[in-house]
C-alpha cells in the first residue's frame, strides 16, 4: 500500500539480495491500519482487501491489506515492495485469505515467472500508480516490455487460484 514517506530499500549490496522495501512510519502507524480497519468493517477501497496469510514459523495469522488486480480472467496479487514478509509468507503456505468484512475468501496462489509479469505489472500500474507508483523504480504503465522485464524479479505477482 501506499506511503507518504520516504521508503528504505533493505538490500544487501550484492544482486541475488531480494528487493525489500520498509515501510515508513506512516504507513505502518496510519495508513495500513486505517486500511485494516476498513476491510474489517467490509469497506474495499477500489477492491482493496485484507491479505491473511500463516506465519512461516509461528503459523499465527498474519494480516496485510493488498489490492488484488482483476486482468484478463485471472487474479493477482502484485507485491510493489518486493519480498516482503507476506511474500515470503505465501511462498511457504501456498494458501491464504483475501478478507472483507466478514467475507472469507480462502486462496491458493501460484508465483508467475519473471516473463510472465510485464503485462500484469503494467496494468497493476495503470489501475494502483497513484498509491503505488513510487515503489516501481521509475517504470510505469506506458514502460516497454522489455524495461517491466529488466525489474521483474523485484516484483513478485502470484496468480490467485481457488483453495483446494
Known sequence: MTDMT????????????????????????VFNRLMARLAKWGV??????QLAVRGRASGEWKTTPVNPLDFEGGRYLVAPRGTTQWVRNIRVAGTAELRLGRKVEPIAV???????????????????????????????????????????????VFRILPAP
Not at 549490496?13 to 505502518?28: K, M, V
Not at 500500474?125 to 513510487?134: S, T
Open 110 to 156: 501460484v508465483e508467475l515467472a519473471d516473463a510472465d509479469k510485464p503485462a500484469v505489472i503494467r496494468e497493476y500500474l495503470r489501475r494502483w500508480k497513484a498509491e503505488v507508483g513510487q515503489f516501481f523504480d521509475g517504470i510505469n504503465e506506458r514502460s516497454t516490455d522489455d524495461e517491466l522485464l529488466a525489474v521483474a524479479a523485484g516484483f513478485p
Open 6 to 29: 520516504a521508503a528504505t530499500v533493505t538490500t544487501a549490496d550484492t544482486q541475488d539480495a531480494p528487493r525489500y522495501l520498509e515501510p515508513g512510519w506512516f504507513t505502518r502507524n
Open 44 to 49: 474495499s477501497v477500489w477492491g482493496s482487501r
